[in-house]
């Protein structure tokens, strides 16, 4: 099975700076996407991350707040911009494998911390 | 639009007894239903999925699932619980040939704990 890291694996950022996820997958991948799980909360999608176009954000998620690269079919980042204590999460990326499969396979995660 | 319940936030058991943990979900046509777990400072890891076909799936670490279409239900379900077992598991729906991802919803999770 195909191996999907992040980097970092966690952070402690200061107020108003930014943070860049980078998800790393060892073979193509169709479809990446990006989520955010809050404290003691369940996942929730950001967006997905479009090979040399734009993401698709879903609804409360902006490109100013959280813009989102996918050069190739084997990377994709995700910034955090302008961080503020709310933005503490654990960020996961996930992939699915060819067009017609079903199921998502997730990163390791990045946990944030902002103070 | 979609939605999944996973109405006990934990769930306790004992080492070698059975565990259910339960999901509820709701949504238009078909579904896709997934189970995946996560330990601590960890990703979510796939256990299984329906998709179609027989009502009882099984996935990995010896885990099973039950697809109950009348009762809109899918619950998790172990013959036998291991100390290892505890940790956060998410039920999750997607629609049959929705648009990938958006329509991917996760429960809230369950914690189960297994006592030794």
């Known amino acids: 099975s195909a191996v999907i890291s992040q980097k970092p694996s966690r952070d402690i950022c200061q107020r108003g700076t930014s943070l860049t996820i980078q998800c790393q997958v060892d073979?193509?991948?169709?479809?990446m996407f990006w989520y955010r799980q809050q404290p003691g909360q369940s996942l929730t999608l950001i967006a997905t991350?479009?090979?040399?176009?734009?993401?698709?954000?879903e609804s409360g998620f902006v490109i100013d707040k959280f813009p989102i690269s996918r050069p190739n079919l084997t990377f994709s980042t995700l910034t955090v911009s302008n961080m503020s204590p709310e933005d503490s999460s654990i960020y996961l990326c996930?992939?699915?494998?060819?067009?017609?499969?079903?199921?998502?396979?997730f990163g390791p995660g990045t946990r944030l911390t902002v103070l | 639009a979609q939605s999944v319940a996973q109405p006990e936030d934990q769930v306790n058991v004992a080492e070698g007894n059975p565990l259910t943990v339960k999901c509820t979900y709701s949504v238009s046509g078909n579904p896709y239903l997934f189970w995946y777990v996560q330990y601590p400072n960890r990703g979510l890891q796939f256990l299984l999925k329906?998709?179609?076909?027989?009502?009882l799936v099984k996935g990995s670490y010896g885990f099973e699932a039950e697809f109950n279409k009348s009762q809109t239900s899918f619950h998790l379900k172990k013959p036998s619980a291991l100390v290892s077992d505890s940790a956060l598991y998410f039920c999750a729906v997607r629609a049959h040939r929705d648009n990938y991802g958006q329509n991917f919803v996760f429960g809230p999770g369950t914690r189960l704990s297994v006592l030794p």
């Open positions: 073979s193509q991948v169709t479809m």
């Open positions: 991350a479009n090979q040399g176009s734009e993401a698709t954000y």
């Open positions: 329906y998709i179609t076909g027989d009502n």
């Open positions: 996930s992939v699915m494998f060819g067009l017609n499969t079903d199921t998502q396979y």
